[in-house]
């Protein structure tokens, strides 16, 4: 059982963490012609959206209620009006999502009742929906603002049972923890279809941020889970949560409506996929599709081809909690060692986690626990990549931001093939960086004074030849 | 040292300004105080532009005092290249917590302080004040004198508070700090009459390095590089130049100007963005550096230098001549002086269909006039709907901007090329002239582009068969799509009552009777008395047993 601890030094550097408006920003990028609004200072809408361009490659819809100094003292009514406004005139949204930042929330601002007021005053507002949730910057992480916002989403927008009670077996609702990628998101889809089930993601990132190319300009997302999709949500079987992020969307979604949900926490790697396919099977009715049979053979494979190449790697990792379960969960299954371990945030699985410590902090401290734990493998979103140049070993990147390679949006991890592809790839990366980095050299084992004969994951040879 | 509001103030009347010079009286008074647009703002906040201004500086340790959304969504996100340390791609942020909002920062910042100095012992830390520590009245400037004094070290708080203003303000505000803390509070080792600073230049993938040799060969130093590729020592000295260039004028104008009135550093404002700009630019350079008692001859070997790289450009600019002849090319951009570029791109043999003015003084206007003609489209600020309407409807071939822009270019299936910040290729004096010409022949004489604009084969073949099938043939080849069909068949009519909902009722209630229905449905059971029947009769679908 892994303990959590918080870092007690003053500055982070090389931070791991980023902030929860954003988090709760992006869980309305999932949603059809929405426009996320922060409500703060301009530069902490640019910084989002900057981030976001450079991890999709897309345009991102994201406003902000450019707060100046003289507003932040007389309070933000009057911006957050011209905002909403603004948008509505132009952008001609479905939804606008608005999320609070630390201006707005150390000066105070009522944003609950300046909706009440905006809406009074403005009659032709009275269809639009407006979405508050409550993130300052000061505190939690991004996968924290996610949370809030699917929750705030599904207790706004989803409508009570109809009257009769009556709903779908054949429908499912599908919350996706923000550790997810459009590609996920589609594979997940392409599994539930084949057992005859019709699922509606929310929020659905695969709809707006995959990639496709709309026929003509649109200023808000160019796709997602609509409105009165989300309205009717009560009317499915089932609820699939995934990862403990989103317990708490799911508790909501069935006190509203009554819809029962299973959590599922993981979905990357044999085990989990096994629970979910069995579970599949039995809300459906309907055996494993044979093309499951087949991929979950291809996977069992792949694990013995890599375990030779992933067992007893010594595993640096770091990233929000619910993905840093569920890859140092595979991970661990698969023979590696979980050495160091770095997250954002509080969370139930933190303890969980196959590790002695798992310290909430930033890059820095990764850096210095995998130099000291003698790391051979390193997971975690772009930034580590300085961390990986100066450390010398082979750097998997998962998570986000991930804005130095393509691809980020379809990176796969989940079901039975995204399992097995991962797998391919990190062994790819050790067997490589073998290749490059660890070809043995006559003095390799030629015991010597000046150097230990066990040195973790250099051997003397390359430590002479760095 | 004055308040920020009147810094700011200070700012938005600065005389070197030629924005500001083109302004009526009455319109100057206004000042720049813009204000922002709720709901279709873009853009950086004033934190945003003073780090951008300063992050180049390679061996100092940027510390930002705020919460973690200031640091943690943006580092290490540009491509301004260094020679040395890597320290300045380190992020340092207090990552204020709830606790330090109520009981104040300045504990934390000053530990902060020490800390880095502890790990990594700079020659400066810059500390960075945001909004929050703003509001709650943490005072940088007193936590950064006392730990100056208490670590002997300079530590310069640069007061730029996200919310003050825009990006721009805060380059300002940034080139302010450096007057008041950096500038002039250190000697070179030595001085030669060949000194010069460039200001406002911040060596964006490394684009300082492609002029930097012929300053070499010329014998002019870059006493210090205001702030790409900066180290910290260099700029402390920079008071000892001879003579300087505002390279980009928007951002450090105040710079270039207070240090010509403080140290009698004479300045011009020049560009190395386009063959002829950068012969202009070396030439005012030799020119200042001569009237500041630099030898004669450097005009002459200049021109020689100037005359070589000219024909060499232009020989190897001449093969793209007849490849991009005629094509149109739209130009948005506010860093750059778009004329410049302008003529450029006209001498490679591009026509230009339009440039952004956004930025531009009326004289930069006149010159792109002159340049294009008097029908000249200057585009004030254009929409991105009118510039993907624009690129769809063929008017323009190639478009080159910023980032920011992008999307609107590439969802429209045309080329297009960064010319701003983020951009990955450098594009400055004569061999990044060609270098930007040899990128837009790349963009444009890609096959891909033909490729992507013509729709998939059997899009027309699927229109076809919609068009001989009937909505029963379509409905019949899916099944998911049958079923929905059949549910959706109205049964009560009056009520609007369809056939699925009835099914789900006797299903979920065990229903036997048309008045068992009525009582759990909106059917009215009159007129749809006989259908009722008909469904009650037959035994509930398939799917719904299977789902139990």
């Given at each position: 059982m892994a303990i959590a601890t918080v870092p007690t030094k003053a500055c982070a550097v090389n931070p791991l963490k980023m902030s929860q408006p954003i988090g709760g920003a992006f869980a309305f990028m999932g949603l059809s012609g929405a426009m996320p609004l922060l409500h703060g200072s301009q530069g902490c809408t640019s910084f989002g959206l900057t981030l976001f361009v450079r991890h999709f490659k897309e345009a991102v819809p994201l406003q902000t209620t450019a707060m100046s100094e003289v507003a932040t003292v007389l309070g933000g009514y009057e911006n957050l009006e011209q905002a909403i406004l603004n948008i509505y005139n132009r952008a001609k949204p479905k939804i606008i999502g608005i999320c609070s930042t630390g201006v707005t929330e150390t000066n105070g601002d009522d944003v609950d009742a300046y909706l009440k007021l905006i809406r009074d005053k403005h009659p032709q507002l009275a269809k639009l929906p407006l979405v508050y949730v409550s993130t300052p910057d000061f505190k939690g992480a991004f996968q924290d603002g996610w949370e809030k916002a699917v929750a705030s989403i599904v207790e706004l927008l989803v409508e009570g049972p109809n009257v009769n009670g009556l709903r779908d077996p054949s429908r499912v609702n599908v919350l996706p923890g923000c550790h997810l990628t459009p590609g996920d998101l589609d594979e997940l889809r392409a599994i539930l279809e084949d057992f005859g089930l019709r699922p509606s993601f929310l929020p659905d990132l695969a709809g707006s941020l995959d990639g496709h190319i709309p026929d003509d300009f649109i200023p808000t997302t160019i796709g997602g889970i609509g409105v009165a999709e989300i309205a009717n949500m009560g009317g499915a079987g089932w609820t699939i949560a995934i990862g403990w992020q989103m317990r708490r969307a799911a508790e909501v979604m069935q006190a509203r409506t009554g819809v029962p949900f299973r959590l599922f926490e993981r979905l990357c790697g044999l085990g989990p996929n096994d629970e979910f396919m069995t579970f599949l099977s039995e809300i459906s009715g309907r055996p494993v599709p044979s093309k499951y049979r087949r991929q979950r053979g291809q996977l069992t494979d792949a694990m013995l081809d890599a375990h030779f190449h992933i067992g007893g790697r010594k595993l640096a990792i770091a990233a929000e909690p619910d993905l840093l379960f569920d890859l140092s969960s595979m991970l661990h299954e698969m023979g590696a060692q979980v050495s160091a371990a770095v997250t954002t945030t509080q969370s139930a699985v933190t303890e969980r986690i196959k590790t002695e410590e798992v310290l909430i902090g930033d890059l820095e401290d990764l850096e210095e626990l995998a130099r000291t734990k003698h790391c051979d493998l390193l997971i975690t979103h772009s930034h580590g990549r300085q961390a990986a140049a100066r450390l010398k070993i082979p750097f998997y990147r998962a998570g986000f931001p991930m804005f130095d390679r393509l691809g980020a949006g379809h990176q796969l991890s989940i079901g039975y093939r995204g399992t097995r592809d991962l797998i391919f790839d990190i062994a790819n990366l050790v067997i490589a960086d073998r290749e490059e980095n660890h070809q043995p050299t006559p003095d390799r084992w030629r015991p010597s004074a000046a150097l230990p004969l066990v040195s973790g994951h250099r051997s003397a040879a390359e430590r002479s030849t760095a | 040292m004055s308040s920020l509001a009147a810094t700011v103030k200070d700012i938005f009347s600065e005389p070197g300004c030629a924005k500001n010079g083109s302004k009526s009286e009455a319109e100057r008074k206004k000042g720049c105080t813009k204000q922002l647009q709720p709901g279709s703002a873009a853009g950086g906040c004033a934190f945003d532009g003073a780090k951008i201004a300063l992050q180049p500086f390679t061996d100092v340790a940027h510390l930002v005092h705020g919460p973690i959304a200031c640091e943690g969504n943006s580092w290490d996100n540009r491509g301004a290249a260094s020679s040395g340390s890597s320290l300045w791609r380190t992020a340092f942020t207090t990552d204020m917590s709830e606790t330090d909002i109520v009981f104040g920062g300045e504990k934390r910042l000053c530990k902060a302080i020490k800390e880095i100095i502890d790990k990594h012992d700079p020659p400066a830390i810059f500390v960075y004040q945001t909004c929050i520590p703003a509001m709650i009245g943490d005072d940088i400037n007193a936590v950064c004198k006392a730990a100056s004094q208490r670590f002997g070290k300079p530590v310069i708080p640069i007061n730029s508070p996200g919310f003050v203003g825009s990006k721009n303000l805060g380059n300002k505000l940034a080139g302010e700090a450096l007057l008041d803390y950096v500038i002039g509070t250190q000697e070179p080792d030595y001085a030669t009459p060949y000194d010069v600073n460039l200001i406002g230049e911040f060596n964006l993938s490394g684009e300082l390095w492609q002029v930097k040799p012929l300053f070499e060969e010329l014998g002019i130093r870059i006493l210090s590089c205001i702030s790409g590729d900066a180290k910290y020592r260099e700029v402390a000295s920079s008071h000892r130049a001879r003579a300087a260039m505002l390279v980009c004028s928007k951002a450090m104008v105040n710079v270039a100007r207070k240090m010509e009135e403080r140290y009698g550093i004479p300045f011009f404002e020049g560009s190395f963005y386009g063959i002829q700009d950068s012969s202009d630019s070396l030439r005012q350079i030799a020119r200042l550096l001569v009237e500041r008692?630099?030898?004669?001859?450097l005009l002459e070997r200049t021109e020689a230098v100037i005359a070589r790289e000219e024909a060499r450009a232009w020989a190897a600019i001449e093969p793209y001549k007849p490849r991009l002849k005629g094509k149109k090319a739209l130009l948005i951009t506010g860093g750059v002086k778009s004329w410049s570029v302008v003529a450029a791109l006209q001498e490679a043999g591009l026509e230009m269909v339009g440039t952004s003015v956004k930025k531009s003084t009326r004289q930069d206007k006149e010159r792109i006039k002159l340049l294009m003609g008097q029908d000249a489209h200057m585009i004030e600020d254009m929409t991105p709907r009118e510039m993907y309407r624009m690129l769809k409807d063929a008017k323009a071939d190639i478009m080159l901007s910023g980032g920011k822009s992008q999307f609107v270019a590439l969802k429209a299936a045309m080329p297009w090329l960064d010319v701003n910040q983020?951009?990955?290729h450098a594009y400055m004096g004569y061999v990044g002239m060609v270098k930007l010409v040899e990128e837009i022949d790349k963009s444009l004489s890609n096959p891909m582009w033909e490729q992507l604009r013509r729709p998939a084969p059997w899009e027309a073949l699927a229109k076809a068969m919609m068009q001989m099938q009937s909505p029963v043939a379509a409905i019949a080849h899916d099944p998911a799509l049958a079923e929905a069909a059949r549910r959706a068949r109205k049964i009560c009519f009056c009520n609007t009552v369809d056939l699925g909902t009835i099914e789900d009722a006797i299903y979920t209630h065990d229903l036997r009777s048309v008045e068992a229905v009525r009582d759990h449905t909106n059917a009215v059971g009159g007129c749809c008395r006989r259908r009722i029947e008909d469904v009650l009769a037959s035994s509930p679908p398939a799917g719904l047993q299977a789902a139990e």
């Open positions: - | 008692g630099a030898p004669q001859e983020e951009r990955c």
